[in-house]
């Protein structure tokens, strides 16, 4: 007991010091979980430094990632490449030990986590797809995806409303290997969480059909040791170790009170912590017979061989499974990928077909989910309005080895379970629901793209289109607001082969989120030449043009640019000179070398207008502070589709109307 209490010790001292150094962080927790920490990582975590990325290892998730030095302190100890120099740059710039953990930037760190929750959601999709993919590739004695998904949280993660949508999702879905450590230390910022979270947090969890193991000595090595073993003897639900701790345990003075939560202990603090814990070293000073107790390096090695092995024999068995197997963790797609997808393309192109994007997207996802397995998608209780569902689709509650969620009315919680899904490998994950409800999942949709997730958002329902449900369902600045988000690529495709050219390059994209933005109604399918058709993956093109020098450019998207180009032609018809440019993807346009750009938005004095059913002022980018934007400035209303874009201007008569007079000013 000593000697694990002197372990758990080092994770504390190297908190609090590297915190000092900072002179910002959140000392409190590491200090709190450091004895958890210890006998999970030492005793249980499944993990091979040398190779964090080893297919099989133990996912851990620090879900109350303001904590962060607990999980920099244990990388560093067990013997990932993070120096100690690393922890004294802790929170400085360019360093590896960012505030909160940050994928990428730190070697072991599964996921960015910090938004309250979210780490907890990312481990229910790492959970999801460790149970999927085992029940996919698994067979007799080969278990080759078998391993288990740890969680840290605290009262905040709890209190955050993501944590009832996803966790009474894993209950249903019978997340086996999810086991959460639940940090019950009653402090949070404000001081005592008696004051406003008083739930019974057992009970909740057992409603959610949760395994609950209650009450546990968080500070106790060999007891909670004994609640990981009953947590891995239940195989039919997650499990959530309560565990009672000591905020800033350790600290004379301010263990169990806000003021060891946030800020750094201060030199007095950390000279009395160190003689409290009986610590008699110099800051950043860890003997050598502490490195070796928690040096898992070769126990890492050792780990992994055994399962090469395995993989080895699984090999000889199962040759074909086992090449897809790879081929699917290595991201790597079938050698018939571009042959199928152009095919497929080109053939929509001379069948033409007039239908909504959203059933393009459908129709798209039936060709393609062929020869792509690892397609999961899933919808926030809208599947049969976002058509996200091809014929293919097995829910994996009904077949454990399927390629669909049923997420239930939660979006947010979806987001965030579909990025843990992506990142933790063998799997694209898309998932749909109407383009507004997207202001729920909002935070999860910028983690994604701070992750640089490849995830797909199908968003349906794409404008004041929809119609009759009116302006609570009608998404008017939001498009916007995904185009400015960084990494995210933004499709508002126009017909089906707009489409399939957009979920193609999404599928291709190697990181980062792309949102498909798919229309309810139908929508038009353009006549295209070759150059026209291969152009569409630059993002934005020349759809009609003159020969004459222009008058104006037209920039358009979606279902506004059938309109726009029948005004086109009606201007035309007066003898004015007319470019149509469609811009499915801002984003990817932008991209596009100068030379391109330069062919398709000349940078002289030709007029530009802009026409789109949502905000107005994105386009300025375009068009320039003196071009013309037909877009809109309010919110909408109830009415047919038909009637709303008549009164909104989005007809071809008011494009006309609205061009001469801007021509003539």
């Known amino acids: 007991m000593y000697l694990r209490k002197k372990l758990a010790n080092a994770i504390r001292i190297l908190s609090i010091d590297a915190i000092q150094k900072a002179k910002s962080g959140h000392p409190g927790m590491p200090m709190g979980m450091a004895d958890i920490a210890e006998v999970l990582w030492r005793d249980f975590f499944k993990h091979n430094p040398k190779n964090p990325n080893w297919y099989n290892r133990d996912r851990f998730v620090l879900s109350n990632g303001h904590g962060s030095m607990l999980l920099y302190s244990l990388l560093h100890l067990t013997g990932y490449h993070l120096s100690i120099e690393e922890l004294k740059n802790f929170r400085q710039m360019n360093s590896k030990t960012p505030g909160h953990p940050e994928i990428g930037e730190t070697p072991g760190v599964e996921v960015t986590t910090g938004p309250l929750g979210q780490g907890l959601a990312n481990a229910v999709g790492m959970a999801i797809a460790e149970k999927t993919l085992s029940a996919y590739f698994n067979r007799s004695e080969y278990n080759i995806v078998d391993h288990y998904t740890w969680v840290f949280v605290g009262d905040g993660c709890l209190m955050e409303g993501i944590s009832h949508e996803v966790c009474s999702l894993a209950g249903t879905l019978n997340l086996g290997k999810l086991i959460v450590f639940y940090d019950k230390n009653g402090i949070s910022i404000d001081g005592q969480t008696s004051n406003w979270f008083t739930d019974n947090t057992a009970q909740r969890f057992r409603s959610y059909n949760w395994h609950v193991i209650d009450n546990i000595d968080g500070h106790n090595s060999s007891v909670i040791s004994d609640s990981i073993k009953l947590a891995q003897s239940v195989k039919n639900k997650p499990s959530i170790i309560i565990c009672n701790t000591i905020i800033g345990f350790g600290s004379p003075n301010k263990s169990g009170t806000s003021e060891s939560h946030g800020a750094p202990l201060g030199e007095v603090e950390i000279s009395l912590t160190r003689k409290h814990l009986n610590w008699h070293y110099d800051p950043f000073h860890i003997p050598e017979e502490i490195y070796s107790e928690w040096n898992s390096v070769q126990k890492g090695l050792d780990l992994e061989s055994q399962w090469n092995e395995l993989f080895s024999l699984y090999r000889s068995k199962y040759p074909s499974l086992s090449l897809e197997y790879l081929r699917r963790m290595n991201h790597k797609f079938p050698e018939n990928w571009n042959k199928i997808t152009n095919n497929y393309i080109h053939f929509l192109q ?131 607001s995904l185009r400015m988000t960084p990494n995210i690529d933004v499709w508002r495709p126009s017909d089906q082969v707009e489409t399939a050219v957009a979920w193609k390059i999404a599928l291709e ?83 596009q070398d100068i030379i391109y750009k330069e062919s398709i938005l000349p940078s002289d004095n030709t007029k530009r207008i802009a026409i789109e059913a949502s905000i107005k002022d994105f386009w300025y980018k375009y068009v320039g502070i003196n071009g013309l934007i037909i877009g809109m400035k309010t919110f909408g209303a109830s009415a047919p589709a038909n009637d709303l874009f008549k009164k909104f201007g989005f007809t071809v008569e008011n494009i006309v109307k609205k061009s001469i007079i801007f021509l003539q000013s």
């Open 350 to 480: 001379n069948n033409k077909q007039d239908i909504a994007s959203r059933q393009a997207s459908q129709n798209t996802l039936e060709e393609y989910s062929k020869i792509l397995p690892e397609l999961i998608g899933g919808s926030a209780d809208l599947s049969p309005s976002n058509l996200s569902m091809w014929s293919d689709c097995i829910s994996i509650k009904d077949n454990t080895s399927g390629n669909y969620i049923h997420y239930g009315v939660r979006e947010f919680g979806m987001t965030a379970i579909a990025n843990g899904i992506s990142h933790y490998g063998g799997f694209i994950p898309y998932t749909a629901t109407f383009l507004i409800f997207f202001e729920y999942a909002r935070n999860a949709v910028r983690m994604a793209a701070l992750m640089n997730t490849k995830h797909i958002f199908v968003y349906t329902h794409d404008s004041i289109g929809l119609g009759e449900d009116g302006p609570t369902h009608q998404p008017i600045e939001q498009i916007a």
């Open 509 to 591: 994209k190697k990181s980062g989120p792309t949102a498909l933005i798919l229309s309810r109604q139908n929508l038009p399918q353009f006549h295209r030449n070759s150059k026209q058709l291969n152009s569409i993956s630059h993002g934005g093109y020349i759809l009609y043009d003159s020969d004459k020098p222009l008058d104006i450019i037209f920039i358009s998207t979606g279902s506004e640019l059938y309109i726009t180009l029948m005004a086109a032609k009606k201007l035309t018809n007066l003898g004015y000179s007319i470019r149509v440019v469609s811009m499915p993807s801002t984003n990817v346009f932008d991209r």
